[in-house]
């Protein structure tokens, strides 16, 4: 009986350990697995909580930089301290100053286009040392609605000049691609009209932009143009202008002395090159003009188009490393109305005749800091009245022409020197050998970098 | 009068032009992304609710990019312009903005996302000036390649998707939890990777790899430009390969659009090797989303690990 309960007892305890090691180890399983999705939970809660308090930290400084502020605001408005200033500060514009310079070499004493009325700015620059064009632009969002910029150029013709290049407000926010301009600003024609000479990849303006816009218009009225909303980029405008600079000139009997229209379209070919084509005209209306050193007067209309194409290419994908553009623009002016050549003595001749000129150049960026580029352009002047034969407007059988080499190297975005040789021929057998040194540097805010 | 007769009547051409134009209608969201990283972390978050452009790709600096026509294009029906911000667009961004940007992608406006105002920036300069060189007086602003910045920025880019189309909030919101899990283990994974990475010496070309190298504790022991944006000049590499000479570098960081003259130079005079990096999606062929990208730089980093 004993044996018998011992073998029992022997029997169930073996089973009950048997049975309590089964649940033991699965216990275990369920425990380790437990444990896992506790570590798993506790790492993933533990980069969460470092997120934010990461992002905790990001708040704080951003705090602590907005503290730092405050105090200067809220002096701001207690009488003159020093701190008061740096809180205007906060809302200043953003300044850039260009300065310029050059050095002109010329062969010939004189240099006339033959066959054109020509502005002041139009002709040659100065011999020697000159400073060209020291810009101080301002800059800013006036609110959230409004941008201001304006530009003050200190030009030495005759002593130094101020000149108000630009002065303009544009809009912002207006919705559908619509952009609107007010104030003076260099009108939205051709390619290289809207942009300051310092941009330029030459040390002078191509001829036409010298003889037909008198190197660019600037003039005061508004501007409003449309980009639609198409994956071929296309924009539309228009701008009603004063008609007082050049080629407009006096008052007139209208409001409005001149309008411009444009549009545009361009895009890409590829990941490595982009393209713009434009057309765009500029009319002025009874316009009173004197040219060529006051000795030429017009009164009459003008009408001019203008084709421009600009194409670029980055070989290796980076424009910064290498970069190829070309230029190509055309303008055919019509005059209609009454020259007079004071010097010449021809009297009022009626005269409606036109005009025209292209240019186009390519500029091969080769190394980061420097790049190498040609340009040629060429004038028609057209048929001459028979009554002003051996005015200025004669043209002597003569196209004028220029073709120009250059080489500059760029240091940073900020700064570049270049050199340009031209030979100019624009009256006959006056060839013209051009060497120019300039120097390009711009202070203060970053400029863009347009198409 | 003459002039205003001829001027009526180009405003009428005009006008006609307009209506006839056809407006086009989207379902979707439109995002004009500054960048490849950008563009693709836009991809991983909108889904199939957002129709993504990438104004630049791997080959290109983008701080010297121009104000292309079709970036004006593609501005004119963003809804959304997620850029880097800190002043690396600053060439051409604002003016995309100005001529053809809707009121809604200006800044202020919740269709302006720029990516560097919501991580920590580094290397915020106490006081810059131009002789410095291309520095940003808000700081480093090359930010997407320590992941962690990548979730902070998930996370206001998923608000901002919900704000433009609030019906498909719930999605936005689900896609960045779906990426937030996934990347803090791939992050979890990668750290666990690289550490024997920890402390080595490493040179670069631009100062374009701090966030990266502060993630990864890599020292940073010198910088191939003189100043950032001025490309090296001799000289300034003799000074570097002197201050390299003695220690125990690890290669040359660059990325596919950096010209690797200068880099070929210090590697040829010290025996570092040069280590091309994709640093943004589409930089190397296996590169093409953002896993990838630093599953490809890690790889990259951790296969030269001598």
Not at chain 1, 125 to 152: M, W
Not at chain 2, 9 to 37: D, G, H, R, T
Request: charge should be negative.
């Amino acid at each position: 009986m004993s044996r018998l309960c011992r073998w029992a007892t022997a029997c169930m305890a073996v089973a009950l350990i048997t049975c309590s090691q089964t649940v033991f180890s699965a216990e275990n399983t369920d425990l380790t697995s437990l444990k896992n999705e506790i570590a798993e939970m506790r790492k993933l809660y533990e980069q969460k909580i470092m997120l934010l308090e990461q992002k905790v930290t990001t708040l704080q400084t951003q705090q602590d930089e907005i503290k730092n502020q405050a105090p200067a605001a809220q002096v701001a408005s207690a009488p003159a301290t020093s701190q008061r200033n740096i809180g205007s500060n906060d809302f200043n514009p953003s300044i850039g100053a260009i300065l310029q310079g050059k050095y002109n070499s010329f062969s010939k004493r004189n240099s006339e286009f033959s066959g054109f009325a020509v502005g002041e700015e139009g002709e040659r620059s100065s011999e020697g040392f000159t400073l060209d064009e020291t810009e101080i632009n301002l800059a800013a969002s006036i609110d959230d609605k409004f941008r201001g910029s304006s530009t003050i150029a200190l030009v030495q013709e005759d002593g130094t000049q101020v000149e108000l290049e630009e002065a303009y407000i544009e809009t912002l926010a207006l919705p559908f691609g619509v952009n609107a301009k007010a104030g003076r600003f260099f009108a939205s024609i051709g390619y290289l009209n809207e942009y300051h000479s310092h941009a330029d990849d030459f040390t002078d303006r191509p001829l036409p932009y010298r003889v037909f816009l008198n190197k660019q218009y600037n003039d005061d009225g508004i501007q409003a143009s449309w980009i639609a909303p198409t994956d071929l980029y296309t924009e539309l405008g228009f701008g009603l202008f004063r008609g007082s600079d050049f080629p407009g000139g006096g008052e007139g009997d209208s409001n409005i002395g001149a309008w411009t229209a444009f549009g545009r379209i361009g895009g890409d070919v590829g990941d490595n090159s982009a393209w713009r084509l434009g057309l765009s005209t500029l009319q002025v209306d009874d316009l009173e003009r004197s040219s060529n050193e006051d000795e030429l007067e017009f009164v009459g209309d003008n009408k001019m188009y203008i084709v421009d194409s600009r194409y670029i290419w980055a070989p290796t994908g980076n424009n910064r490393d290498k970069e190829l553009i070309l230029q190509a623009e055309y303008m055919r002016r019509d005059e209609d109305g009454v020259y007079d050549d004071l010097a010449a003595g021809s009297g009022p001749v009626s005269y409606d005749e036109d005009q025209s000129g292209w240019y186009a150049q390519g500029v091969y960026k080769f190394h980061p800091q420097w790049r190498l580029g040609a340009r040629y352009s060429q004038l028609n002047p057209g048929s001459v009245p028979s009554a002003l034969l051996g005015t200025a407007l004669d043209d002597q059988n003569h196209d004028p022409k220029s073709f120009s080499l250059m080489a500059d190297w760029t240091n940073s975005e900020f700064s570049r020197l270049r050199l340009q040789y031209n030979a100019e021929e624009l009256s006959d057998n006056n060839r013209d050998h051009q060497i120019t040194l300039q120097y390009i540097m711009s202070m203060g805010a970053h400029a863009a970098h347009p198409f | 009068m003459n002039i205003h007769k001829r001027f009526l009547l180009f405003l009428i051409k005009l006008l006609l032009l307009l209506v006839l134009l056809p407006s086009s209608a989207f379902a979707q969201l439109n995002i004009f992304a500054c960048a490849p990283e950008w563009g693709a972390l836009a991809k991983e978050i909108g889904g199939t609710q957002v129709s993504v452009y990438a104004a630049s790709n791997a080959a290109q600096d983008i701080h010297h990019l121009r104000a292309r026509p079709s970036f004006l294009a593609k501005m004119r029906k963003a809804d959304l312009v997620f850029c880097t911000g800190a002043s690396l667009e600053s060439g051409w961004l604002p003016v995309l903005l100005q001529k053809a940007g809707d009121p809604k992608v200006q800044p202020g406006n919740v269709g302006h996302l720029m990516a560097s105002d919501y991580v920590m920036r580094l290397e915020i300069p106490e006081a810059v000036d131009r002789s410095m060189g291309d520095v940003h007086s808000e700081g480093n602003p090359h930010i997407h390649l320590n992941p962690h910045n990548l979730i902070l920025i998930a996370d206001e880019l998923s608000k901002r998707l919900a704000k433009l189309l609030p019906q498909q909030a719930k999605l936005f919101n689900k896609n960045f939890e779906d990426f937030h899990t996934h990347w803090l283990s791939n992050i979890d994974r990668w750290e666990q990777q690289t550490l024997s990475l920890n402390n080595k010496n490493v040179v670069v070309y631009h100062s374009n790899w701090i966030y990266l190298l502060e993630w990864l504790k890599l020292n940073r022991i010198a910088t191939l430009e003189p100043v950032p944006g001025i490309p090296p000049r001799i000289s300034h590499l003799e000074t570097v390969l002197n201050s390299v000479q003695d220690l125990n570098i690890k290669g040359i960081l660059l990325t596919p659009y950096q010209q690797n003259k200068a880099a070929a130079w210090l590697s040829k005079h010290s025996d570092i090797p040069v280590i091309e990096l994709p640093y943004t999606v589409g930089g190397n062929e296996k590169a093409k989303d953002l896993e990838s990208l630093f599953e490809e730089t890690l790889r990259i980093l951790l296969g030269t690990d001598a």
